[in-house]
């Protein structure tokens, strides 16, 4: 049974119907400061305001993380002491992976998660790109096989990947196999860099869905931009 939950910005679910319908595989794909990172911050807070298990997966230490995500508003200190919020670093201080190193992650990440979901609601991989960057064909399409296991038991999963990471071809086989598929761009008004959310895919919505521009401020975290100033 599909369940709508809020993300905790309003503006936000606004556009989606009224938040995210769960469970879902979910592929937010752009280049680097398009809004990824926050706005996997942003769903991520809605679940655990929730009351929902999360565990990431990040490039970030721990620290790191906890501390980048509190200067734009998202504090989830509390989440990861308590318990609720589990973060699993891909990154080792001095370790630089090869390619035979990411051919073996990719599948041992991808096992861990199997063994792992029924502990958490929500999976969240920011980014893909790290395991993706030099895994094969058959790695890569066998990890979205075992990520629809992963949601067909009921755990959600929130995936980010950077632009051109994989060929067109498997591109569009993953792009299939996911319920929401979104695209990140970004522009330029005046001296502010927005980002917009582009909605190729979003299964499960109730209510009707739609694009959206917005800015990432210290202050209010994600604030929606109309899109008529935006493209102005």
Known sequence: MIEIVPTGNDEVDRHLGGGLPLPILMLMEGKSGSGKSVLSAQFMKGF??????????TDN???NYIEK?????FDFTKYFLNGQLRIVPMLAYGNFW??????????VV???IKMQCKQYDVVVIDPLSLLFMYADTDSILN???????????????ILTMGQDVVSQDISLQIKSSCDANVELTTGQMGNRQFRVFNIIKFLGAIKPVSKFSFDVT?????????LSAAQG
């Open 110 to 112: 991808s096992q861990f």
């Open 218 to 226: 210290t202050q209010f975290g994600i604030k929606i931009v109309p």
């Open 143 to 157: 990890f979205f096989t075992n990520c629809k296991h992963v949601v067909g038991t009921g755990t959600s999963m």
């Open 69 to 73: 995500m509190s200067v734009i508003t």
């Open 61 to 63: 230490s721990i620290k």
């Open 48 to 57: 655990l305001d929730k009351g929902m298990r999360v565990m990431l997966f």
């Open 98 to 107: 090869s390619k035979e190193q990411s051919n073996y992650m990719l599948p």
